[in-house]
């Protein structure tokens, strides 16, 4: 997002009162606040946190849960992530504003659009259409014009678009995809959640970053935390 974006969204944060009352602002702050408290500390990434309307993501009856710090169900099988977890992702990326990001599981589109909001160009892929297609059409209503959502299966990444400085995977990986660090710039970084042996359904996930340093690449696991898993084929 460049500053002056034309953010369409004029949604209703909360509970129908027209999205901007007092206790909008507090809910606003409480957010920020429980951002900085999980460990968020990068401003341009609370910035973004800031700017991106999380309510504008989710269906009408989770709204009034959108600015709490929790991840939501959003149907079809797919889950939001909590805002401190894409902060803490995101931050850790370290992303700089001309970068080239992949993400894998566009899902509602919040994490690309916060990622856009740091970098030159998004290109996220997502293996279920009917999500590719409203993610889609969501960001391109809010503004998001460095963004595009590919339907496709993830564990193939984007060569036509590589090399990439940074990929985020937002699904519980069973192993790290060869074709992603294949696409990997040189000092590019890759996020992925890596699942946990032994467990099924929403998988708990060691959360494992990457750098690409000449011919020797750097891992450290930086945290735990719940993810969909991430699937092979297309839906
Ligand atoms: N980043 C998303 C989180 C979505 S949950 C957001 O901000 O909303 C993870 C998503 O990964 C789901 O939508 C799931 O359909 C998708 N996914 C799982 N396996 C995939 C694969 N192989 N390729 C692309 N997307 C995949």
């Not at 973004?48 to 959108?66: I, K, M, N, T, W």
């Not at 169900?73 to 894409?86: D, E, K």
């Not at 678009?161 to 985020?168: C, K, V």
Request: net charge neutral; charged share 15%; aromatic share 4%.
């Amino acid at each position: 997002m460049r500053p002056g974006s034309p953010y369409l969204y004029s949604g209703r944060a909360g509970s129908g009162n027209g999205g901007h009352s007092a206790s909008d602002a507090a809910q606003r702050a409480q957010f920020t606040l429980a951002l900085r408290r999980a460990g968020v500390m990068d401003t341009r990434v609370l910035a973004a946190l800031e700017r991106v309307p999380r309510p504008a993501f989710v269906p009408e009856s989770l709204r009034s849960h959108a600015y709490e710090d929790c991840a939501l169900a959003i149907g079809l099988g797919q889950t939001i992530s909590a805002p401190s977890v894409v902060g803490m992702m995101t931050q850790t990326l370290a992303l700089q504003p001309e970068d080239n990001v992949l993400e894998i599981g566009t899902g509602c589109g919040y994490q690309a659009a916060v990622l856009a909001c740091l970098t030159r160009r998004v290109t996220s892929i997502e293996r279920h259409g009917p999500l590719a297609a409203t993610a889609q059409q969501r960001l391109a209503k809010l503004g998001f014009l460095n963004i595009s959502v590919r339907h496709g299966d993830g564990f193939l990444g984007a060569p036509d678009q590589a090399p990439f400085d940074a990929i985020m995977v937002t699904a519980a990986a069973p192993h790290v995809p060869p074709a992603l660090t294949q696409q990997l710039a040189e000092g590019g970084r890759l996020m992925i959640p890596l699942q946990v042996e032994g467990q099924a359904g929403e998988q708990r996930a060691k959360l494992l970053l990457l750098r690409r340093d000449g011919a020797n690449w750097h891992q450290q696991v930086i945290d735990q935390a719940s993810f969909v898993p991430m699937l092979t084929g297309l839906d």
